[in-house]
DNA sequence: TAGGGGAACTTGTACAAACAAGGCCAGACC
DNA sequence: GGTCTGGCCTTGTTTGTACAAGTTCCCCTA
């Protein structure tokens, strides 16, 4: 497997920040000393700078030296899209079990979004640290169905299941967060009075080539799970929405 | 105000697709064609088309051609701070009223996050389309109390007065989103019942510079206001947290 | 007709060079 | 002592070139 020069450079700066080196407020050295340091061309540099700033590690204005902002780096899209990779990342105890799976034709709003006219529905019941956290309510396409109805029940990570079956890669992705109050349903799978608050995900989910794979919406239970955007001017990747443009209902 | 090309350039790829000249889950022309058309050098396409890439507008995969994902384009990080900015460049009719103010001690916590061993306790709440939808408890560090505190109780944006007296421009900012029972406080400001569920916003803001400036805990009631990321692989702001692990409490 | 092999195409990576734009600091000046 | 200015430093933008790597699709073959 061959990395790319600038990824391994920034591997290498994103280390020296994360073990201290280059403490929260330092300076990075600049653009011609990293390039000579590196023997590499002074924009091969600035690429592997670049996914740094992304990452709101470091921050960067014209004229002025680089500067460390912070030492927890955002993490990987399969990260956010994930809840088992997430999980498995930061060493936490998880598990997954499918409650209820039934296919049906889809609603005017999920033929719209997913581009499909039958579809794959999915109750799931999450736990982390033996805790039930997340009760997941899934609508998948019904070109990838087949691919999701072989899939054991109890199996921790459905992403990486459909990729090693299919191949598929969740490439894109559009979250609204809001919060919620828990239905009877909720209450009961997650352990929670009624009308207590939840942590509502909506998400749909397209392939590298825009294809729309899944619709879904993700209850947390409060206090369990919490949301961390990091971002710097330039990179900002979230919005406020008022009310409920989207998704209707 | 020069603009560079290639912010250009994607401001007119942009525009195509927000109109539906190019719609979703067609491709774009490739580099060399939009060199032409643009007379600008490959490099300079490909780093306007990187910002479409980082705003989720388009896809891109080496060899394929690229193709075009969504058509609501993620908005600025000054949007994803102020409320004021959001809602006006929504054409939302907005307010905010300061109801307390008042310098104080910092609290440990608050001292470590603010560097600052002063502080300006402030809450605030706002009104979107005569509503109350938000309660605001912010934290300033010492060093721009002093220009908070001429600020007038009834001023819509708190950035945009910030930045004519002082020239301050927030560029930094780390935001845990989770949801809360309403308190007796939130309760009675709102308009909910107690333990009704509110979407809660805490962040730290920082200058370019890194210095930090405001600490924050900011509730909007349900239903109000819903949080949007977009993202693909590679672009990629956001991450889960379990339980509180930063900000105590 | 189904499948394999390529050729052509397209995006990704890397290098080199030059100028623009903004920040920083020291020395000059009031 | 304080302020201002100019030069130096650093990052930002743009162009040009070359090759690597992955995709697509047509054509040839079995």
């Not at 080196?21 to 050295?29: I, N």
């Not at 600035?46 to 030492?71: D, F, H, N, P």
């Amino acid at each position: 497997m061959m990395v790319a020069r600038y990824e391994r450079i920034a591997a290498e700066l994103r280390d020296d920040i994360l073990r201290g080196e280059q403490p929260v407020g330092s300076t990075l050295p600049t653009d011609a000393e990293l390039a000579a340091r590196y023997s590499a061309a002074r924009g091969t540099v600035r690429q592997a700078l670049a996914v740094l700033v992304a990452e709101g590690l470091i921050g960067s204005r014209q004229g002025a030296r680089r500067i460390v902002l912070g030492t927890s780096r955002s993490q990987s899209f399969a990260e956010l899209h994930s809840f088992a990779q997430w999980a498995k990342a930061n060493g936490y105890r998880f598990s997954g079990q499918v409650l209820r799976q039934q296919r049906r034709r889809a609603t005017s709003a999920e033929a719209a979004r997913l581009a499909s006219p039958e579809v794959l529905e999915v109750l799931r019941l999450r736990t982390l640290e033996d805790e039930p956290v997340l009760v997941e309510r899934t609508v998948y396409a019904g070109w990838i169905a087949a691919a999701v109805e072989v899939i054991p029940p109890d199996c921790d990570s459905i992403t990486q299941a459909l990729f090693d079956s299919t191949g598929l890669v969740f490439a894109y992705g559009e979250h609204l967060i809001d919060a919620v109050p828990a239905g009877a349903q909720d209450a009961r799978l997650l352990g929670v009075r009624r009308g207590s608050p939840l942590l509502r995900q909506r998400r749909v989910t397209t392939t590298q080539e825009g294809r729309p794979v899944e619709s879904s919406e993700d209850r947390y239970r409060a206090g369990s799970v919490t949301f961390s955007i990091r971002n710097s001017i330039g990179a900002n990747p979230l919005v406020r929405q008022a009310g409920d443009l989207r998704f209707g209902a």
